[in-house]
C-alpha cells in the first residue's frame, strides 16, 4: 500500500498517480467532500468482487459511482429524465446522488440487480479532481467496513484495510458531516431515499 500526499507532491501529480492505479485495476482511498471513498473502474468485475470483500459489504448492496461530468452518463445510464436533468443542473457538482436507468451491461456490482445506477458529480474535493481525469465512472463507496464509522482521514482508512487497499491519497481530515442526499430520478416522479446534505425542501422547489 502506497500513500500519496498531493500537499507534498501536487494536485496532478497525486491525480496522475490515483487514475494509473485506477485504470491498472487497483482500489484507491481518496478523500470526498464529505468522507474518504474507495475507487475502481466501474467494469472491472474482477475489483468490483474484490471490494465487495474488503468492504465485508452485502451483495444486495448497490455500489454508487461519481464522475466528472454529466456527459459520462451516456457510458452507464439507459437514458436521463426531465426530472434527472433539472437536478443535475442544479445541484451537481455536489453532494446530490441520482438514480437513473442502467444500461443492460453494467455489472450487478454496481447495480446490485436492481436495474438502476446511483452516480453524482462530487463538490469541489480531491474526488472531483480524479473523476474529471478519468474517462469513465469510478465507485465512491465510503472507505469503512460496512457497519463501521466512515473514514474522515488516512489513518482510519489504513487501520480498517491495511495493504488491501493499492494507494491511499492523503489530503488530510476530510469535513464529514452529512452523507449525499439519494433521489431515485430513474422515472419521472421522483423519490427522496436519503435525505443528507442537500435538504428534500430544496429538491422538491425544483419542480
Partial sequence: MTIVRPAETGMPEAVARASGVINKGGIVAYPTETFY?????????????????????????????????????????????????????????????????????????????????????????????????????????????????????????SRYFGDVVDLIVDCGKTPGGKPSTIVDASEEKIRILREGAVPKEEIFACF
Fill in 37 to 157: 471513498g474507495l475507487g475502481v473502474k466501474f467494469d472491472d468485475s474482477e475489483t468490483l468482487g474484490k471490494l465487495y470483500g474488503i468492504k465485508h459489504r452485502s451483495q444486495d448492496k448497490a455500489l454508487p459511482l461519481i464522475i466528472g461530468d454529466k456527459r459520462f452518463l451516456e457510458i452507464i445510464a439507459l437514458f436521463v429524465t426531465n426530472s434527472a436533468e433539472k437536478l443535475i443542473e442544479k445541484f451537481w457538482p455536489g453532494p446530490l446522488t441520482i438514480l437513473l436507468s442502467a444500461k443492460p451491461h453494467i455489472s450487478e456490482f454496481i447495480t446490485a440487480k436492481t436495474g438502476k445506477i446511483a452516480v453524482r458529480v462530487p463538490g469541489e474535493s480531491f474526488a472531483l479532481h480524479l473523476a474529471r481525469s478519468l474517462g469513465f465512472p469510478i465507485t465512491a463507496t465510503s472507505a469503512n467496513i460496512s457497519g463501521m464509522p466512515p473514514a474522515d482521514n488516512a489513518g482510519d482508512v
